[in-house]
C-alpha cells in the first residue's frame, strides 16, 4: 500500500454510536477535493410496519476480512485517497446509523463511484445480519444485493449439481473455474 493510502475498516460491537466526524476527519486531506459518504440509519417504518430498532450479529473476523478486500477491491478501479468503513453491531435504534462509508479522492466522480461501490458490495457480500424488529414482531431480513449475488453464484453451482445429481459430469468442463467442482461431490 502507498503510504499516502489509507483504509480504516472497524466493526463496533455494543452500544457505542458510529463518531461520523471521525470517519471523515480520518479521510480528510489537503489533496482530497471530494468527500462522498453514504450513512445507512434505521427508518421508522418499512412496509406499513412499526420499525423499533434493527439488531446486528456479524462473523467479526470475516468481516473484518471482507471489507478490507472490498476496500483494496475500489483502489484497484478508481483513484482515490482514502477510505473509511464503520459498521455497528448489537441493537440500533430508529434514527440512529448502523454503517458508515466514506472516501476521498482528488475528484467527486472516483469519490461517488466507489462510494456506491463500498456500500453495495458490503451489502452483497460481508457476513452481517440484520433482523427488524416490529411493534407487532420481527424478521431477519436479507439484502437485495445479497440475493441477487447468491443467484448469480448459484447459476454457476447449479449446472454442476444437476450434472453430479445425474452422476453425468466432467470435472474439467463442468463448469467455471472459480467453482470447486470437488467440494460439490464430497
Same mark, same amino acid.
Given at each position: 500500500?502507498?503510504?499516502? !493510502?489509507?483504509? *480504516? &475498516? !472497524? ?8 463518531? *461520523? ?7 480528510? =486531506?489537503?489533496?482530497?477535493?471530494? #468527500? ?21 450479529? =456479524? ?20 483513484? *482515490? ?9 448489537? #441493537? &440500533? ?16 466522480? @472516483?469519490?461517488? @463511484?466507489?462510494?456506491?461501490? *463500498? ?13 427488524? &424488529? ?7 431480513? !436479507? ?20 450434472? #453430479?445429481?445425474?452422476?453425468?459430469? @466432467? ?11 470437488? !467440494?460439490?461431490? @464430497?
Amino acid at each position: 500500500m502507498n503510504s499516502e !493510502e489509507k483504509t *480504516l &475498516v !472497524e466493526i463496533i460491537d455494543g452500544n457505542n454510536q458510529i463518531d *461520523l466526524a471521525k470517519y471523515i476527519n480520518y479521510v480528510s =486531506a489537503p489533496q482530497a477535493g471530494a #468527500i462522498a459518504t453514504f450513512s445507512g440509519t434505521t427508518r421508522d417504518t418499512f412496509e406499513g410496519k412499526t420499525v423499533v430498532e434493527l439488531r446486528y450479529e =456479524a462473523y467479526v473476523s470475516m468481516a473484518i476480512k471482507n471489507l478490507k478486500s472490498i476496500c483494496s477491491a475500489a483502489r484497484s478501479s478508481w483513484d *482515490l485517497h482514502s477510505i473509511a468503513v464503520a459498521h455497528r453491531l448489537g #441493537i &440500533v435504534p430508529v434514527g440512529e446509523t448502523s454503517v458508515f462509508v466514506v472516501v476521498s479522492a482528488t475528484h467527486r466522480a @472516483d469519490a461517488l @463511484d466507489a462510494c456506491k461501490f *463500498l456500500i453495495d458490495e458490503l451489502k452483497a457480500s460481508v457476513p452481517i445480519w440484520k433482523k427488524e &424488529v416490529y411493534s407487532d414482531g420481527e424478521v431477519w431480513k !436479507e439484502n437485495p444485493e445479497f440475493l441477487e449475488r447468491r443467484l448469480e453464484l448459484g447459476k454457476d453451482v447449479g449446472c454442476c449439481q444437476r450434472k #453430479i445429481e445425474t452422476a453425468a459430469y @466432467d470435472k474439467k468442463s463442468c463448469c467455471k473455474p472459480k467453482v470447486k467442482v470437488e !467440494e460439490a461431490i @464430497d
